[in-house]
């Protein structure tokens, strides 16, 4: 089977920084075109990807797709047992082949999913670090955005949270992105409920399970796995140690995947969470149509970014409107 891939790289409005990073002014992407269906991956290097592996890889496998291609779920197993990781390579090729289903049979994906589009949440808006003065001004400019993430793990980060909510009364998630011990946790996660922080996403390092759960005995806060959690085979171990999961399509290799995650996450009362990386919106609008499904969406990749090669799903408000056209549904601007 012919695969088409194409990188592309993403300009960001602003120079965006996490805890572990240093700011970036650009991220790569590559999409790929499997008979007529799109998807696309935003590899990460903390995952050990690039766009060149993700290419590498496709590449490798591209003869297990000479094959029945609407049995999704049989091509996606037969690559697993072939190709050892590359979860972003496996998830762009698994977007591809709901793409690919939904346009044959005429129908969007969340209704191949059986999900009511009408339930999907408000994204929350990712506020990346910087001086607070500056965070100050991306949450202004971020009025339309009813929920905000705000990414912190600093010496100054209480600094910054007593700052953003002078400027804001909105709903406010903080991921640390793994920058903290266990006790400095449970410290700051002290003082920032005082800020009407909602949720904390990963304060703590990813293998850390037993830090993870001192924290969570020990905070108010509902305490999300993000890097600790790629796949479903992950979440058993982490019950009892965090009340949610962060599920990213790149990170867990697709759709079929993700689904499978947030059905193991509800097998053990797990509240879930579906992020995103900086993707265009061909990546964020394949994650969306499963959101009807989940308690919390953090699909904002495609708004950090200048040059969108795609339109799909839109926001009313903050809420998440999914496309009404056939596949992922997104169109080529
Ligand atoms: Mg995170």
Known sequence: MKIVTKITKLQLNHPFKISRREKDTYREVISIEIDGGVGEAAPAKFYGETVQSVATAIKSISSLLDRDLDQIQDVMTEIEQTLE????????????????????????????????????????????????????????????????????????????????????????????????????????????????????????????????????????????????????????????????????????????????????????????????????SLGITAAAHLTPLVDYADLDGNLLISNDPYSGVTLDNGKLVLPNLPGIGVLTK
């Open 85 to 280: 990781g590359n979860y972003a390579a496996k998830s762009a090729i698994d977007m591809a082949l709901h793409d690919r289903l939904g346009k044959k049979l005429g129908v969007p994906l969340y209704k191949l999913c059986g999900l009511n589009p009408t339930k999907t949440p408000d994204t929350s808006f990712t506020i990346g670090l910087d001086e607070p003065s500056v965070m100050v001004e991306k949450v202004l400019q971020a009025e339309q955005y009813p929920i905000l993430k705000i990414k912190i793990g600093t010496p100054r980060d209480i600094e910054i949270l007593q700052t953003l909510r002078d400027a804001t009364d909105k709903p406010i998630y903080v991921d640390a992105n793994t920058a903290w011990t266990p006790n400095e946790a449970v410290q700051k996660i002290r003082e920032l409920a005082n800020y009407g922080v909602e949720l904390i996403e990963q304060p703590t390092k990813p293998d850390d399970l037993v830090g993870l759960k001192y924290v969570r005995e020990n905070s108010e806060l509902p305490i999300i796995a993000d890097e600790s959690v790629k796949r479903a085979c992950d979440i058993p171990a982490l019950v009892g140690s965090v009340d949610g999961i962060n599920i990213k399509l790149v990170k867990c290799g697709g759709l079929l995947e993700a689904l499978r995650m947030i059905h193991v996450a509800r097998a053990h009362g797990l509240l879930v969470m579906i992020g995103c990386m900086i993707e265009s």
